[in-house]
């Protein structure tokens, strides 16, 4: 499956932003789709992950309560609602999905890959 990741820009703190994760097929259904974001001079972290048919989703402790995701199968997009952003949530954020119910933290479970989109949260 091909990802495509869009929606990232430049917000203010306490701002919103909504990235979203397109796919290239029509079984986008069959995968679990996490979001990962890499800050400069870090290793890329889960942020977040969604299940297959968008009932369950986990977060890391940094964004619980402020991110929240959320799919439409019928439009093969999965979203990454951004609220309450903060200057440490400036990063290249990637979506990935990966043949499973659920996500997981590694990035080594995931074998397919969006490009990225950058999101920049001034102070």
């Known amino acids: 499956v091909q990802l495509q990741a869009s929606g990232g820009g430049l917000v203010q703190a306490g701002g919103s932003l909504r990235l979203s994760c397109a796919a290239s097929?029509?079984?986008?259904?069959?995968?679990?789709i996490a979001w990962f974001r890499q800050a400069p001079g870090k290793e890329r972290e889960f942020v977040g992950a969604?299940?297959?048919?968008?009932?369950?989703?986990t977060y890391i402790n940094s964004v619980k309560g402020r991110f929240t995701l959320s799919r439409d199968n019928a439009m093969n997009t999965v979203y990454l609602q951004m609220n309450r952003a903060k200057p440490e949530d400036t990063a290249v954020y990637y979506c990935?999905?990966?043949?499973?119910?659920?996500?997981?933290?590694?990035?080594?479970?995931?074998?397919?890959w969006g490009q990225g989109t950058l999101v920049t949260v001034s102070s």
């Open positions: 990935a999905a990966r043949t499973s119910v659920m996500g997981a933290s590694p990035t080594t479970e995931y074998g397919f």
């Open positions: 097929e029509r079984t986008y259904s069959n995968y679990a």
């Open positions: 969604i299940s297959r048919g968008g009932t369950q989703t």
